[in-house]
């Protein structure tokens, strides 16, 4: 009985983890384009609407802050967090004002990047990471 149990607990555990699997893996960029950074003055409110096709599936945006760091107009990275969990990160690692990467959680987690590697404001790669934060795939767009 002891055994029967067992079994039936792993293979509810392999099945939970084979579907956030799936689900961490269900998200794709809008657009191969990297967004241009929000505007400092933006982060308080003014990004959704113009920056929302980054966040489809994501969640509601209604609780999403922002908080950019790194000075001038448009800040060298941007944090977007839901509660105290992260749901986005914005990274222009150039200063040309383009993100260069994007990193996009799920559950507080690593879920993809995608990558603009030569600075051409296109992105180059995407990873996708499993529920437990390892690479699962790597792709170039």
Known sequence: MRRTLGLAAAAVGLTLLAVSRLSAQDWSPPSSN?????????????????????????????????????GGP??????????????AQWTDRNGDGKADMIEIYRNGGLA????DADYDGAA???RVYDAR???????RL
């Open 74 to 87: 448009r800040p060298r990275m941007v944090r977007f967090t839901g509660g105290a969990r992260p749901i």
């Open 112 to 115: 993809f990047q995608v990558i």
């Open 124 to 126: 180059n790669v995407m």
């Open 34 to 70: 990297m967004p241009q950074m929000p505007a400092a003055s933006a982060l308080a409110g003014g990004w959704r609407g113009e920056l929302a096709s980054w966040f489809g599936g994501l969640g509601d945006l209604s609780a999403v802050r922002a908080m950019g760091e790194g």
């Open 133 to 139: 934060g390892e690479l699962a795939r790597e792709q």
